[in-house]
């Protein structure tokens, strides 16, 4: 059995900052990508950014130079730091990772909600 669990949302006025995490547990032989999305009210849910094994990222345009990712490969665990956070960055933000069990699969997490108060 496999877990992510996030971490690390909440309320926030534009121009702030949050560290989101996102915690892998469970039976892992390894972790290939990490990535982060989102979804807004009424909006399919989007990329935000990934990361790979190898520390290899990849972002949206509306996020770039504001949002960080990175990860901690011993701690099976993913982060995204937000910076000068805006309105249209509200949305319930989701981890998800490509997981090695006894096989090969794509997890998601239980999703956090960031709002962000202009």
């Known amino acids: 059995q496999v877990q992510l669990v996030e971490s690390g949302g909440g309320l926030v006025q534009a121009g702030g900052s949050l560290r989101l995490s996102c915690a892998a547990s469970g039976d892992i032989f390894s972790i290939n990508a990490m990535g982060w999305y989102r979804q807004a009210p009424g909006k399919q849910r989007a990329l935000v950014a990934t990361?790979?094994?190898?520390?290899?990222?990849n972002y949206a345009d509306s996020v770039k130079g504001r949002f960080t990712i990175s990860r901690d490969n011993a701690k099976n665990t993913v982060y995204l730091q937000m910076n000068s956070l805006k309105s249209e960055d509200t949305a319930v933000y989701y981890c998800?990772?490509?997981?090695?069990?006894?096989?090969?699969?794509?997890?998601w997490g239980q999703g956090t909600q960031v709002t962000v108060s202009s």
């Open positions: 990361i790979t094994s190898g520390g290899t990222t």
């Open positions: 998800n990772a490509e997981i090695v069990t006894r096989y090969t699969g794509l997890w």
